[in-house]
């Protein structure tokens, strides 16, 4: 229940954030709401309206490719930003472009990061990226970054350069609140300790495309015999493992570490 209401209170903070300091302003934000926005301006379109109809096909894609666990709270983001973005009045609450930028990009990182730490994305390049990492192996972050570059442009060459490099800087400091609420590090190391090693087992590997090692184990003070899967896996996949592990064994032990760097093979297949 805490998931669906810190989804929906980080998407209303969004859906607030744009309408309230960037759009008024033309400041854009990343990703597909970027675009959303820009058509919103120039268009008599609303921008929710347009943010909800250009993730439906991505959505879609996301539920064939990610799970219906995932697309589900992702839905559920996208509806709430949209229905925001609709209802709310597009109206600033600051005079100074440079103050708006700031603020809304610190407000943005704020929801999509509460989003984030439940199990749910914000929907649009987010979810074209993660289907993009399944099939090869790519830095999500770079890969976003190109996205929202082509984003910048479109803003400098609509409307003015001064609007493209706010929208910069709001991305930018959406991206390190972000960082700040969600996990920092690209790669982590999982231990899970569980007596339901087969059933943990087929979970994570019918989810995940990460290979498992499979270690013996023993409690040092009960002598009782476990069995320790061992993995590595990129940042944005830990909030949907946890649920997984949660899943298959709520009593399973699990350390998430760091991981500085990996050699070998990081994915299967």
């Known amino acids: 229940m805490y998931k669906l209401l810190g989804i929906i209170l980080g998407s209303v903070l969004i859906s607030f954030s744009f309408n309230c300091f960037l759009i008024p302003h033309h400041v854009l934000s990343s990703g597909i709401s970027g675009i959303a926005i820009i058509i919103g301006i120039l268009t008599p379109l609303n921008t929710g309206l347009i943010n909800l109809l250009l993730n439906i096909p991505i959505l879609i894609a996301g539920y064939i490719g990610l799970g219906k666990r995932f697309i589900g709270y992702t839905v559920l983001s996208v509806l709430v930003i949209s229905a925001g973005l609709y209802f709310i009045p597009v109206q600033a609450i600051a005079t100074e472009s440079l103050l708006s930028s700031l603020f809304g990009g610190v407000l943005t990182g704020a929801g999509v990061g509460l989003v984030l730490n439940c199990a749910g994305s914000t929907g649009g390049f987010d979810i ?51 960082d700040a609420i969600h996990t920092k590090h690209k790669k982590l190391t999982l231990m899970i300790i569980t007596n339901k090693a087969e059933e943990m087992k087929q979970s994570l590997l019918s989810s995940i495309v990460r290979g498992i090692t499979l270690l013996e184990g023993e409690g040092a003070y009960s002598s009782e015999k476990k069995r320790v899967l061992m993995t590595v896996i990129a940042k944005e996949e ?12 709520p009593h399973a032990f699990v350390n998430i570490t760091e991981t500085v760097e990996v050699l070998g093979l990081f994915r299967r297949g």
Not at 136 to 155: C, P, R, T, Y
């Open 128 to 178: 074209v990226g993660m289907l993009f990492s399944r099939k090869k192996e790519i830095q999500l972050g770079g890969f976003l970054i190109v996205l929202n570059a082509v984003v910048i442009l479109i803003s400098g060459f609509f409307f003015n350069w001064d609007s493209a490099l706010n929208s910069l800087l709001s991305i930018y400091v959406t991206g390190k609140v972000i």
């Open 238 to 249: 830990l909030v949907n493992i946890k649920a997984l592990i949660a899943e298959a064994d």
